[in-house]
């Protein structure tokens, strides 16, 4: 019979045929190019006198991504490795949602409107939802450089640095990778003269304002303006804002928008529960003519309710209201603390208040660069002995 398809598991190539064997599993599949057989294991080849190569599976982008960030569901799903923090988070969201509509929820509405409890579990949810979104999406990873893919791109003269000029005025969202030329350096190990000279920094032109383009060591590429290296995610992102533990992630271009739905939604929806729960406690205390203090005693939860909102909107509230002030401008938190614009215009700026907010809100969404779920390219085609993703290696 033909050989296998390439996706078994292991291919060993023998002197003489095989016939199949009924061994238990597990069990190597093996063929000389004519025939198949059955072998429990490679120490049963070496007694048999063969010699034998192991053809390896082709591996995905998720296989061989450097970063240290946690990658599931095949590639579908990566986040950062604070997973607990995230988890605490929606416990807290969850939880505080579930205690309101649960308590306050049926009093609500029968001495107001079912439209109160209805309208604040709709926005527990999306709250939720966006979360979710911010923290299992690809922030705007940059993919990393190879060794010969910047081979012949260095300019004759190393103390020269060009300059590109780059408009774009009618677009909502910074240059992409595409937009900016791609310049590596040679991938050899850098000493403090290297890392020092002028090589690694290029200059671009974006609507008249110069933006440097600064070298990264670790991802082997210029970095595309308003790029930045994260050191907990080990991996550059393009359009980076901070990183967040709280919901286990970079904020970056494809997830920026998403984090800052969920923090202005959190703190109306905290202010919204705080306000109604606040209400439950003096109306019910007015009809049954006690304290507020005897209801707390007798729906404690509702304290709790009033506690974690209070608390939310003291942090979470001033958070929303700091990138409510940032997407206006059209400004990243990375930029804003290293005052990159004190000095000069703002490039990316779309002329109003109001047009960075629908551009932030509503401008195109990228795709993702790095391909999770593809099949990982040969870096070294040339050197398929040495055992690449998908060469055949000598065991």
């Known amino acids: 019979p033909p050989p296998p398809p390439v996706t078994s598991a292991l291919y060993v190539a023998c002197e003489h045929s095989l016939d199949p064997h009924p061994f238990p599993l597990p069990f190597l599949l093996v063929t000389d190019g004519l025939s198949v057989g059955l072998v429990p294991s490679l120490l049963h080849l070496s007694a048999m006198g063969c010699q034998y190569t192991r053809i390896a599976r082709d591996q995905k982008n998720w296989q061989v991504f450097k970063g240290n960030n946690l990658i599931c569901l095949d590639g579908r799903i990566i986040m950062g490795r604070e997973w607990g923090v995230v988890t605490f988070t929606v416990i807290i969201l969850v939880t505080t949602a579930t205690m309101f509509l649960g308590v306050s929820g049926p009093y609500l509405a029968d001495h107001l409107t079912p439209a109160v409890p209805l309208f604040g579990g709709l926005m527990s949810s999306l709250s939720l939802l966006v979360l979710l979104r911010t923290t299992f999406s690809d922030p705007g990873i940059i993919p990393r450089g190879t060794k010969f893919e910047g081979e012949g791109c260095m300019p004759a003269d190393p103390n020269t640095t060009s300059t590109t000029t780059i408009t774009t005025a009618t677009t909502s969202t910074p240059p992409t990778t595409a937009a900016t030329p791609l310049v590596r350096p040679p991938t ?33 590429i210029f970095r595309p303006p308003r790029a930045t290296h994260c050191s907990t995610c080990n991996n550059c992102v393009e359009g980076f804002d901070h990183h967040c ?25 905290a202010l919204y529960s705080m306000a109604f729960t606040i209400y439950h406690l003096v109306s019910e205390a007015r009809v049954e003519d006690t304290t507020v203090g005897d209801v707390l005693g007798s729906h404690p939860t509702l304290g709790i309710v009033v506690a974690v909102c209070f608390f939310t909107i003291w942090s979470v509230g001033s958070l929303s209201c700091f990138h409510c ?30 047009s960075n907010q629908l551009g932030t809100l509503f401008g195109p969404l990228p795709s993702s660069l790095i391909g999770l779920r593809n099949v990982a390219p040969d870096e070294h085609p040339d050197e398929a002995s040495k055992g690449g993703p998908s060469s055949v290696v000598s065991l």
């Open 188 to 220: 050899t190990a850098p000493d403090a003269a290297c890392a020092s000279s002028p090589i690694h920094i290029r200059n671009v032109e974006i609507n008249g304002v110069r933006v440097e383009l600064k070298y990264c060591f670790t991802c082997q």
């Open 325 to 354: 002030y940032l997407a206006g401008a059209f400004q990243t938190t990375n930029e804003q603390i290293k005052a990159r614009y004190e000095r000069k215009r703002n490039p990316y700026h779309r002329g109003s208040w109001l």
């Open 245 to 269: 533990p709280w919901v286990s992630n970079c904020i970056g271009r494809r997830n920026y928008r998403f984090f800052y739905q969920f923090v202005v939604l959190i703190s109306l929806t």
